[in-house]
């Protein structure tokens, strides 16, 4: 026998309307985008009216909420629409929850933030408290209605909130009366930036801002470390030894490297989860307390301020380490988009973000400092969990996952310790300390680490190591010089085309539609190498690509180095292509051969098995 269909269960009814139920730990997020009102500022317990639209701006019917609290971690809210119109509105918000349903007809990417249940409330299921602030809401709703949905032409009401960064429909109701547009933010320049810093001298007229140094600089200096000027940090680019020493540590042990230089910031409180999911360009919605990912932020005109890491470290409080050169103006933007006070989409410039409760840069920030070093190599969870105080933390580190984070107790220091990192290796950990500790941590894992084969490492590896393992760096391979796209670089899984809203969206969908070049990754051998601006060369002989990054990665002169290739230009991985020691407008066919270089076109980020190779690989070269 067929079973038989689920009965749904009878809905609560209180006058004209009855109640639906929407639960998922997305379900704020889609209510509000569902909603014309800003369902963000709606406290447990609490009614606002609203109303809900179609796709083309028409009006579905007009709805009470009430935000039921959070059960679980999964969010609740009542939604009431007119009994009449109860079946269609249940249906609208299922199919909303699927993604099958058209909402823009000119964006066809957009879908609203799911899944999420929706379901009768029924009486059983209302608390004994529900209806009150019913019937204000139930008035707002009337008085609103008579206005059409607005108290008055280009007002903001609280049934429909057209400062509000989405909501469906929203284009047909913002061109009829659309809210002052707010002013374009302008980025402060990098000589205003520098005459900020305390100068130190000058240089041709222009003053020199002091190198800022890091908790561990006398400790580098100690160690006899080659330090140079990087970001506005005096940093250690290679220890005695040299960096293919420290390169082939990483690969067969680890590598211990201070970038406390770089932003770490603190978004915590209310609204952190909806303001970084309108700044930020990965869907952090998707991360549980514990877990990390990789992000973009843009302007509103679709180009990139920086790439960073995102860390959930509790419910509503996130961590962002960010590039240490864009520090400054990343901190700057968030705290403009939280202010709203300057426009945060071209589209529609009157729209507001919600803003967090806390936004801080952590890296001087009292008994709540946080910086950051990071350990990477195959030895890396070995030598965190021989610090371990407690067994069951150091069982637990070993069974972390990439991109997960925890914290952890190191011979008596708490940290957070995230298997991440920017070398390439398939273990490896930031780990956030206190500046105060910073130096004990450091010196732990040394000793630890010493007969393992564990080094200090500098700004030099980092870069071989990431250039050998195909990660794109922030003004070389992502914008810079050459304006190279997220997509471009073969991180386009970051931009999420599907959510309806994020800062720049819509401009960097254009964008990447547009632009088409591809990053390729090449490896050589010998002193003669290419170099940043140097050409490579199609079947032809004309050039087809431009290198942007390079690094030696041994003692035997293997180099591997990142280009960015016209879309027409597709060698395969195995295949040889040449490149020239020239840039393009220097180059005339046919190349001096001294002048030419021939190259293995790799894949474009290094293989599961290419990784697997490389402790092997790098063995010999450890002790040299």
């Known amino acids: 026998p067929k079973p038989k269909p689920a009965v749904e269960k009878k809905p609560l009814r209180i006058g004209r309307r009855k109640a639906l139920l929407i639960r998922g730990e997305k379900a ?3 209510v509000n985008q569902m909603l014309t009102a800003r369902i963000s500022n709606l406290e447990p317990g609490r009614w606002i009216a609203s109303l809900m639209l179609d796709g083309q701006g028409e009006t579905l019917d007009d709805v009470l909420v009430r935000n039921l609290g959070s059960v679980g971690g999964e969010e609740r809210f009542a939604i009431l629409p007119h009994a009449g119109r109860y079946e269609r509105i249940k249906t609208w918000m299922r199919r909303l929850s699927d993604g099958y349903v058209l909402i823009d007809d000119k964006d066809l990417y957009a879908k609203i933030d799911g899944p999420f249940v929706v379901e009768p409330l029924t009486e059983e299921a ?121 390169h082939a540590a990483v690969r067969s042990a680890a590598g211990l490297f201070d970038v406390s230089h770089m932003g770490v910031f603190e978004v915590a409180g209310k609204n952190a989860v909806s303001f970084l999911d309108s700044v930020l360009a990965n869907c952090i919605t998707r991360l549980d307390v514990g877990q990390a990912q990789y992000s973009y932020m843009l302007r509103p005109d679709g180009t990139a301020l920086d790439d960073l890491y995102v860390y959930r470290v509790e419910r509503d409080r996130f961590l962002l380490v960010v590039n240490a050169a864009n520090s400054d103006r990343d901190i700057a933007w968030l705290q403009a988009a939280a202010s709203g006070r300057y426009a945060v989409d071209a589209d529609f410039p009157g729209a507001r973000l919600d803003p967090p409760e806390r936004i801080r840069d952590l890296r001087n920030a009292g008994s709540d400092s946080l910086i950051d070093i990071t350990l990477q190599g195959p030895l890396s969870t070995e030598v965190l969990c021989m610090l371990c105080d407690d067994a069951a933390e150091g069982a637990a580190l070993r069974r972390s996952v990439q991109n997960s984070v925890r914290r952890v107790a190191l011979r008596g220091i708490p940290v957070l310790a995230s298997r991440t990192g920017y070398t390439g290796e398939p273990v490896g950990y930031e780990i956030f300390v206190h500046p105060d500790r910073a130096a004990d941590l450091w010196n732990a894992i040394l000793k630890v680490g010493d007969p393992m084969g564990v080094r200090p490492a500098g700004l030099g590896a980092r870069d071989s190591t990431r250039v ?32 309806p809203f994020y800062v720049g969206r819509r401009a960097f969908i254009a964008r990447a539609a547009r632009d088409k070049r591809r990053l390729m990754r090449l490896r050589g051998s010998g002193r003669r190498s290419v170099r940043p601006g140097h050409i490579v060369l199609d079947e032809s002989g004309k050039p087809a690509a431009t290198v942007t990054s390079f690094a030696f990665t041994d003692p035997e002169f293997t180099f591997y180095a990142l280009a960015i290739a016209a879309p027409e230009f597709n060698p395969r991985p195995g295949s040889k292509v040449r490149a020239v020691r020239l840039a393009a407008d220097q180059y005339a066919p046919p190349a001096p051969e001294d002048k030419v270089v021939d190259l293995d076109v790799c894949t474009r980020f290094a293989s599961p098995e290419e990784k697997e190779s490389w402790r092997r690989r790098y063995q010999p070269f450890a002790g040299t």
Do not use: Q
């Open 28 to 30: 704020a997020l889609a």
């Open 468 to 499: 050998e393992a195909g990660l794109p760096l922030f003004g070389h391979e992502l914008e810079g010089p050459h304006g190279i796209n997220l997509t471009e670089a073969g991180y386009g899984f970051v931009n999420r085309f599907h959510v």
């Open 126 to 246: 209302a608390d004994e408290g529900f209806a009150a602030g019913l019937e204000e809401a139930e008035a707002e709703s009337e008085a609103s209605a008579r206005n059409g949905g607005r108290r008055a032409a280009g007002a903001v009401s609280p049934i429909v909130d057209l400062s509000k960064p989405y909501f469906v429909g929203r284009a047909k109701i913002y061109a009829s009366a659309p809210p002052s547009p707010l002013p374009a933010y302008v980025e402060r320049s990098a000589a205003e930036s520098a005459v900020a810093e305390p100068s130190v001298g000058s240089e041709g007229g222009t003053r020199i801002a002091a190198l800022k140094k890091t908790v561990l600089n006398d400790i580098h200096k100690a160690s006899g470390a080659k330090m140079v000027p990087f970001a506005g940090w005096e940093m250690p680019v290679e220890y005695p030894g040299g960096i293919f020493r420290e």
